[in-house]
């Protein structure tokens, strides 16, 4: 067999066994050093005393990615219980067994009890992971990728958890809220991975870190439990008139504070939506502008290894362009399903769903973005699972500009959507777990080492967990 026939066959093989982390990923492993994590968060200095009281209590032979799955699991069941009672509402509404009244009163109230204590438990694991990835001496660029990547499916959970008890997931509600609030949320995550990606240094500001989110989460679904959902239903200025001034304004006496007090934007569960909305999107400008500053005020273009910087591997507007193609496109095929479909828009009929698939689509980039920055590689423009959603948005292109049906039942493409990019994820996840257990001869779940380990890149005394300053 010739050479070249040789190679090109175990480049074949090397790419169907392992064609996330290729033999040179591996290499660069050897390079890995834990990001630093700035954390100005005032809520997170205050409960780092708590984190570490919870850490000591943990055995030492519990693993950190193990306390992560934990915490993970939680709101994972969480979700999926949210998730399925307010697919019930929207069947029984559909079917006429209950009015919009009966709508408005939202979901169980111990699914809200159940949200806050998950999303806590969830929230006091993912601090003490790292903490206890110290203690072990067992932090690993796995426990970084395991750590984000599950922060990245968070985000979409959380979402959703905020969602439900507001009364924005209800069939009564413009949905266009709900997905915009997603695309912030998620755009906040990645752009906090895309900076931590050229700088190794992962920043949270107040009022938009991680720890802030899942307290605003918290705090509605708390809320949701004492008062009910129909609380942020209620407008603000009505409620300080009538709870806090006793004041009783009709539309005779003063019709521009009888306004007001009756302005659906005024609703508290609309200012929620709006201070999430607030707090992100000046965060994100901020990050970019901020790394891309810092970028361009380093001097040193190459490392001391005359090794050329990811930033020059992968330009800081090229890095954007797979999750930006992504985002833009997603956006656009919702704004032309709403505008040109002569049924209800996708938004409508399929909220949770293009929610959670908006939201897998996030966290698959994410954590190939993460991956990227651990094995010291640039970042591919565009990403093989891509293709579907370009044929999705094409198959209701072309019905809504030819007036017929699409080729392909929308409701068929969303749940193969689903599906895909599920089953992408949990392949990339089980891969690089394999790839790297191996290569770094660790176990995920075990502090144990195993028997055969080359190349050891763990127990390093710079290998702190990038997660370990919470």
Not at 90 to 106: P, Y
Not at 271 to 282: A, K, N, R
Request: charged share 15%; with cysteine.
């Amino acid at each position: 067999m010739k050479p070249s026939s040789s190679l090109l066959i175990s480049m074949i093989k090397e790419h169907l066994v392992s064609p996330y982390i290729s033999e040179q990923a591996k290499n660069n492993l050897q390079k890995y050093k834990p990001s630093t994590q700035q954390d100005y968060s005032i809520i997170s200095k205050l409960l780092n005393p708590y984190w570490n009281y919870v850490s000591s209590l943990i055995p030492n032979y519990v693993a950190p990615n193990t306390i992560t799955l934990v915490g993970f699991i939680a709101v994972v069941v969480s979700y999926v219980m949210t998730v399925t009672a307010v697919h019930q509402n929207w069947n029984l509404k559909k079917s006429g067994e209950i009015s919009n009244e009966q709508e408005g009163t939202g979901l169980p109230s111990y699914i809200y009890l159940i949200n806050v204590l998950t999303l806590f438990w969830y929230q006091t694991m993912d601090a003490i992971d790292g903490k206890q990835a110290r203690k072990t001496g067992t932090s690993s660029p796995l426990g970084e990728l395991f750590d984000h990547g599950c922060d990245s499916i968070n985000s979409l959970m959380q979402t959703v958890l905020a969602l439900a008890p507001l009364q924005l997931l209800t069939a009564n509600e413009e949905p266009w809220i709900s997905f915009v609030t997603l695309v912030c949320v998620t755009w906040m995550f990645f752009i906090s991975i895309w900076q931590q990606f050229f700088t190794s240094v992962l920043s949270f500001q107040n009022f938009s870190g991680p720890t802030e989110g899942q307290f605003v989460v918290m705090f509605v679904n708390v809320m949701a439990f004492i008062f009910g959902p129909r609380l942020f239903n209620e407008n603000l200025f009505s409620i300080i008139l009538k709870d806090v001034f006793r004041v009783s304004i009709d539309v005779t006496s003063s019709p521009t504070l009888f306004a007001v007090s009756h302005s659906q934007w005024l609703k508290l569960k609309y200012l929620v939506i709006m201070g999430i909305v607030i707090s992100t999107v000046p965060s994100i400008f901020g990050i970019i502008h901020s790394t891309i500053k810092t970028l361009n005020e380093s001097k040193d273009v190459e490392k001391a290894d005359n090794e050329v910087r990811k930033d020059i591997k992968t330009p800081v507007w090229k890095s954007l362009f797979s999750y930006g193609f992504f985002s833009i496109l997603f956006i656009a095929w919702m704004l032309f399903s709403t505008i040109y479909s002569s049924k209800k828009s996708l938004l409508h009929s399929h909220l949770l769903l293009i929610l959670y698939i908006y939201g897998m689509y996030h966290a698959y980039i994410v954590t190939r973005f993460i991956l990227a920055r651990v094995c010291d590689l640039g970042i591919p423009l565009f990403m093989n699972i891509l293709f579907m959603l370009v044929f999705a948005f094409g198959n209701s292109l072309l019905a809504g500009f030819n007036g017929k049906e699409t080729l392909v039942d929308e409701s068929v493409v969303l749940i193969a959507l689903a599906v895909i990019i599920t089953l992408a994820y949990l392949h990339m996840a089980c891969n690089i777990i394999m790839s790297l257990t191996e290569h770094l001869g660790i176990y995920c779940f075990s502090v144990e080492k195993r028997m055969s380990n080359h190349h050891n890149v763990t127990n390093s005394p710079n290998n702190s967990d990038s997660c370990g300053s919470k």
